[in-house]
């Protein structure tokens, strides 16, 4: 059984820093791409960033381009999310997510359909 846990979340003024960890089980973590998404209350889950099942090409959301950095440690089953200069409007539960099908290239990568198993979420507020 895959599990995923995030870990990480809190309360930070805006302009402060957190990391999010998501500890993976279950399946060979290696092989596996992972993204994080972010779902704000009333709003659809969307797409933050992914990591390469490699870790060799990464990919994020318009919104948090240079200020979020997806990493991957394959050794320790677990992928980070650095988030620095924190927005009000990234307040959201931030949820980890692994690739549906392995050693994926997908291009569709921003579609949660892409991944098939997801952590419980963790809440990030971020105060102005």
């Known amino acids: 059984q895959v599990q995923l846990v995030e870990s990480g979340g809190g309360l930070v003024q805006a302009g402060g820093s957190l990391r999010l960890s998501c500890a993976a089980s279950g399946r060979t973590f290696s092989n596996y791409g992972m993204a994080w998404f972010r779902q704000a209350p009333g709003k659809e889950r969307e797409f933050v960033a992914r990591v390469t099942w490699n870790g060799g090409s990464t990919y994020y959301a318009d919104s948090v381009k240079g200020r979020f950095t997806i990493s991957r440690d394959n050794a320790k089953n677990t992928v980070y999310l650095q988030m620095n200069s924190l927005k009000p409007e990234d307040t959201a539960v931030y949820y980890c997510?692994?690739?549906?099908?392995?050693?994926?290239?997908?291009?569709?990568?921003?579609?949660?359909?892409?991944?098939?198993?997801w952590g419980q979420g963790t809440q990030v507020t971020v105060s102005s």
């Open positions: 997510a692994v690739d549906r099908n392995v050693r994926s290239y997908t291009t569709r990568y921003y579609f949660p359909d892409q991944y098939d198993y």
